[in-house]
């Protein structure tokens, strides 16, 4: 199973941009990197996911280097609602061969800062 | 839509005992799967179900935990004997094929 690598903790103040970085060296092509938050004694919740593109929603932006071994998760404010352990995963695509299934690493904690 | 609903939210039992969790996936979503996230670590997936079929459980530890998923939709986890070491968070998540998964808020057993 591919794996990847996040710091152990980051810090951000509140209302400002925060930058989660993630490592993949091993990436395969058909690998998606999902990104999921878990708040405190919640499940871990779906922020977003990509293949190759830049992708933007709501909630964050995920910016993926162009030969795919790393990609960043964008908070572009970040709130005190925002912190939280944040996991990058990747996630082969389901067929015959795999099952999709998601390996949860230890992921980062965020801390923001009023 | 509704979430991902489990219960109980809390557990505390004695070593040997059993427990059973149960949880009610998203409608429609034909893939659950059940977690264990011991505190301070990231969750490890115990069995992953395709409707009512088990796809992977090889990191389920079949001598005392086992799962069913009744007619593709709801599932139970049960362990029997309890050991203090299965003390965790417990999370059931649906998900439709390549689409991200949903989680529940987890059943947090406490064996003592």
């Known amino acids: 199973d591919a794996k990847t690598t996040q710091p152990n903790s980051m810090e951000s103040n509140e209302e400002e941009p925060v930058h989660l970085p993630c490592n993949h060296s091993?990436?395969?092509?058909?690998?998606?990197i999902h990104w999921y938050r878990q708040l405190p004694s919640q499940g871990p919740e779906y922020v977003i996911h990509g293949l190759t593109s830049n992708v933007n929603n709501r909630m964050a932006s995920l910016a993926i280097a162009e030969d795919r071994k790393s990609s960043t998760l964008i908070l572009h404010r970040a709130t005190l609602r925002d912190a939280a352990v944040y996991y990058c995963?990747?996630?082969?695509?389901?067929?015959?061969?795999?099952?999709?299934?998601?390996?949860f690493g230890q992921g980062t904690t965020l801390q923001v800062k009023p | 839509e509704a979430g991902v609903a489990q219960s109980p939210r809390y557990k505390i039992i004695e070593k040997r005992q059993s427990v059973a969790f149960w949880c009610n996936p998203i409608s429609g979503h034909a893939t659950l799967y059940w977690y264990q996230q011991i505190l301070g670590q990231g969750p490890k997936l115990l069995i992953q179900?395709?409707?009512?079929?088990?796809?992977?459980d090889s990191q389920l530890p079949k001598d005392r935990f086992s799962a069913e998923r009744l007619k593709g939709v709801d599932s139970t986890l049960k362990i029997q004997p309890a050991k203090l070491e299965d003390s965790a968070v417990y999370l059931c998540?649906?998900?439709?094929?390549?689409?991200?998964?949903?989680f529940g808020s987890g059943t947090r057993l406490t064996v003592v």
């Open positions: 998540a649906s998900s439709l094929r390549n689409y991200g998964y949903t």
């Open positions: 995963i990747l996630r082969p695509l389901v067929g015959s061969s795999n099952t999709g299934k998601l390996i």
């Open positions: 179900f395709q409707n009512n079929g088990v796809v992977d």
């Open positions: 091993t990436i395969s092509g058909t690998d998606y």
